[in-house]
C-alpha cells in the first residue's frame, strides 16, 4: 500500500469554529508533513514529525496545532482560522525525515 | 534567500512533441524530487533523484548536485501529462518546492 489518505477532502469552516483534518498512512513510515498551498503557489512547509516528534515548524501561527497519535497518523488543528487561510493542506509522509516524500490528495479549505 | 528557479513557467506543446524542464538551486540540495499536480491537486511523484539519472517510460530525469540543477525530460508528450510540474529540495533542513513549470499538451 503506497497510499496516503487524507479526510475530509473539503471543508467549509466559519472563523469561529474548530475542525481538524486527518492524515493517515500504512507505509511503515516514520517521517509525516503538512504542507499548506495557495492557488497556483508551490506548496510550503508547515510542520515536520519524525518518529512521532514534531522535529519542524515553520513559524505557523498557533491556530494550526499539529498532533501526531501514533505512527500512522497525523491530525491538524484548527481554531480561528482567518479567511486568509484558504487553501489546499496537503498531508505526504517518507520512510525517514527529508527521504522520498509522498502526497495525500488533499483538504480543500475554505473560511468563511 | 534560497532560490530554487523552475523554468520555463508556461510551456504548451502538441501531442507528440519533446521536451526539458529545468531546476536550479541557489544553494547545495539535497533529497530532490520531481512531481507532477494533476487538475484535481493531486502532487504525484514522478522521481526520486538526489544525483545521477533515472527513466521511468516515457520520462526521464537528471540531477547534477555538484552544478545545482535537475532536468525533467518529458518525450513523446500526452494530453494527460497536462499540469504543473515542481522540482523540490532539501535546502539547510527545509524542503523547498520550485515555482513549477505549467505544461499545456494539445491533441
Known amino acids: 500500500d503506497t497510499e496516503v489518505t487524507q479526510t475530509p477532502k473539503h471543508l467549509v469552516m466559519g472563523m469561529t469554529n474548530k475542525k481538524s483534518l486527518k492524515c493517515e498512512q500504512h507505509?511503515?513510515?516514520?517521517?509525516m508533513y503538512w504542507y499548506k498551498q495557495k492557488a497556483k503557489k508551490p506548496p510550503e512547509l508547515m510542520f515536520v514529525y519524525s518518529y512521532e516528534k514534531l522535529s519542524i515548524n515553520e513559524s505557523v501561527p498557533s491556530r494550526f496545532s499539529p498532533e501526531c497519535p501514533n505512527s500512522s497518523l497525523l491530525n491538524l488543528h484548527l481554531h480561528a482560522l482567518q479567511p486568509e487561510d484558504s487553501a489546499l493542506y496537503l498531508c505526504?509522509?517518507?520512510?525517514?525525515?527529508?527521504?522520498?516524500?509522498?502526497f495525500g490528495p488533499g483538504t480543500r479549505l475554505t473560511v468563511t | 534567500g534560497i532560490q530554487v528557479e523552475q523554468s520555463p513557467p508556461d510551456l504548451i506543446l502538441q501531442e507528440g512533441a519533446n521536451s526539458t524542464l529545468r531546476c536550479n538551486f541557489s544553494?547545495?540540495?539535497?533529497?530532490l524530487q520531481w512531481f507532477h499536480q494533476n487538475p484535481w491537486g493531486q502532487l504525484i511523484n514522478l522521481f526520486y533523484i538526489p544525483s545521477g539519472t533515472k527513466q521511468n517510460g516515457r520520462l526521464s530525469a537528471t540531477t547534477v548536485a555538484t552544478e545545482r540543477y535537475s532536468l525533467l525530460y518529458i518525450s513523446s508528450s500526452q494530453t494527460t501529462d497536462s499540469g504543473v510540474y515542481f522540482c523540490a529540495g532539501v535546502i539547510n533542513n527545509d524542503m523547498r518546492f520550485g515555482a513549477g513549470t505549467r505544461l499545456t499538451v494539445k491533441p
Open positions: 505526504a509522509s517518507s520512510p525517514g525525515r527529508w527521504y522520498e516524500q509522498y
Open positions: 544553494d547545495s540540495v539535497n533529497n
Open positions: 507505509m511503515g513510515h516514520r517521517a
